[in-house]
């Protein structure tokens, strides 16, 4: 299931914050549709001017780029990422702190900023005009139609520590990451289509499909799976694209400095029957996503109300079970390294 994260974006220079609780709101992320009907790194040769000569040298071929973007655009930007913070907020009771994406201008291509250090905060919104997901560090072209008030805000080298609406989901035509490698770019576009065998074991793309979407935890069948993935699928040298050959899209996917994270739900349900058991495969690879180790942890899930002056909350909660635990239900949790 992919959710879209609509943030009430602004512009921010530096916060302060004391006193909050850090609420990290990052979202489960899905691999990136097909790039039918897109152009994918390449200004059309009817384009001319400074601002798509810029474009075209910033592209490679595996990044996903439509012409109409630079028209629809009033600011285009090239900018690097950043995680920002905003301000306390009272949500169920109790106070958290929302953190969000930012991204610091380095190059004003179309446009004005008041400033090269300026920080732009922007909704992260559905591709193909939105990378799947945002990564500190990481160079990023924005697109933008801000309003007259935003225009305005961006243009004003005094207004730099204002927090509250700014940028909304709107006034943001494209996002493209420029640091992302094409092993990666094509990896987020494998689907399963590969079957298999091991030990007597038939593996299909259907048959994992069916054992995640079942309506009824089943720990048998989820460890009838474990020596298959452990001896075909997580093997030493197998990259991003061989493990979605057979898995396809993983429930959660996240991307470092120089690495992935990706984890898959045995059933995925959500939220999981209370005090259920269930198990995870989560996945690491390198920058060059290559597989670096694998886990399959088995969790126990229950959840927890709390209530605060007339505000009630529920939490989701989850505790791996030791090996103990494992052995009175039958199970074994499996894992490998390769660095």
């Given at each position: 299931?992919?959710?879209?994260?609509?943030?009430?974006?602004?512009?921010?220079?530096?916060?302060?914050?004391?006193?909050?609780?850090?609420?990290?709101?990052?979202?489960?992320?899905?691999?990136?549709?097909?790039?039918?009907?897109?152009?994918?790194?390449?200004?059309?040769?009817?384009?001319?001017?400074?601002?798509?000569?810029?474009?075209?040298?910033?592209?490679?071929?595996?990044?996903?780029?439509?012409?109409?973007?630079?028209?629809?655009?009033?600011?285009?930007?090239?900018?690097?990422?950043r995680r920002v913070r905003y301000p306390c907020d009272f949500v169920?009771?109790?106070?958290?702190?929302?953190?969000?994406?930012?991204?610091?201008?380095?190059?004003?291509?179309?446009?004005?900023?008041?400033?090269?250090?300026?920080?732009?905060?922007?909704?992260?919104?559905?591709?193909?005009?939105?990378?799947?997901?945002?990564?500190?560090?990481?160079?990023?072209?924005?697109?933008?139609?801000?309003?007259?008030?935003?225009?305005?805000?961006?243009?004003?080298?005094?207004?730099?520590?204002?927090?509250?609406?700014?940028?909304?989901?709107?006034?943001?035509?494209?996002?493209?990451?420029?640091?992302?490698?094409?092993?990666?770019?094509?990896?987020?576009?494998?689907?399963?289509?590969?079957?298999?065998?091991?030990d007597g074991f038939e593996f299909t793309p259907a048959r994992w499909?069916?054992?995640?979407?079942?309506?009824?935890?089943?720990?048998?069948?989820?460890?009838?799976?474990?020596?298959?993935?452990?001896?075909?699928?997580?093997?030493?040298?197998?990259?991003?694209?061989?493990?979605?050959?057979?898995?396809?899209?993983?429930?959660?996917?996240?991307?470092?400095?120089?690495?992935?994270?990706?984890?898959?739900?045995?059933?995925?349900?959500?939220?999981?029957?209370?005090?259920?058991?269930?198990?995870?495969?989560?996945?690491?690879?390198?920058?060059?996503?290559?597989?670096?180790?694998?886990?399959?942890?088995?969790?126990?899930?229950?959840?927890?109300?709390?209530?605060?002056?007339?505000?009630?909350?529920?939490?989701?909660?989850?505790?791996?079970?030791?090996?103990?635990?494992?052995?009175?239900?039958?199970?074994?949790?499996?894992?490998?390294?390769?660095?």
């Open positions: 299931m992919k959710l879209t994260a609509l943030f009430i974006s602004c512009i921010v220079l530096s916060i302060g914050l004391v006193g909050c609780e850090p609420a990290d709101h990052s979202l489960p992320q899905a691999a990136a549709p097909s790039a039918t009907g897109r152009q994918q790194g390449v200004v059309p040769a009817g384009a001319s001017g400074p601002v798509a000569e810029r474009i075209q040298a910033l592209l490679r071929p595996w990044d996903h780029y439509d012409p109409a973007w630079e028209s629809q655009a009033t600011v285009i930007v090239l900018s690097r990422g169920g009771g109790v106070w958290s702190m929302s953190t969000g994406h930012g991204f610091t201008v380095q190059e004003v291509i179309k446009g004005s900023v008041a400033g090269d250090d300026t920080v732009i905060t922007v909704s992260s919104g559905p591709e193909p005009n939105f990378p799947p997901y945002f990564v500190d560090g990481r160079t990023y072209l924005l697109l933008l139609r801000p309003g007259e008030e935003t225009a305005r805000r961006l243009n004003d080298p005094e207004d730099r520590l204002l927090v509250g609406p700014g940028l909304v989901l709107s006034e943001t035509v494209a996002v493209i990451d420029l640091s992302k490698s094409r092993a990666e770019a094509d990896a987020v576009n494998v689907q399963a289509t590969r079957s298999g065998q091991y499909r069916q054992l995640r979407e079942a309506d009824e935890i089943d720990l048998g069948a989820q460890s009838e799976f474990l020596p298959f993935l452990q001896n075909v699928v997580l093997v030493e040298g197998a990259t991003t694209a061989d493990i979605r050959s057979y898995l396809g899209e993983p429930d959660f996917w996240r991307a470092g400095a120089n690495s992935f994270t990706c984890h898959y739900e045995l059933n995925r349900q959500r939220p999981k029957p209370e005090n259920s058991i269930s198990g995870r495969l989560e996945i690491r690879s390198d920058g060059d996503t290559r597989l670096v180790g694998y886990v399959v942890v088995f969790y126990e899930h229950w959840s927890q109300r709390t209530e605060h002056n007339g505000y009630v909350r529920t939490s989701h909660n989850i505790r791996s079970l030791d090996d103990e635990e494992l052995a009175a239900l039958g199970l074994s949790a499996i894992e490998g390294s390769f660095r």
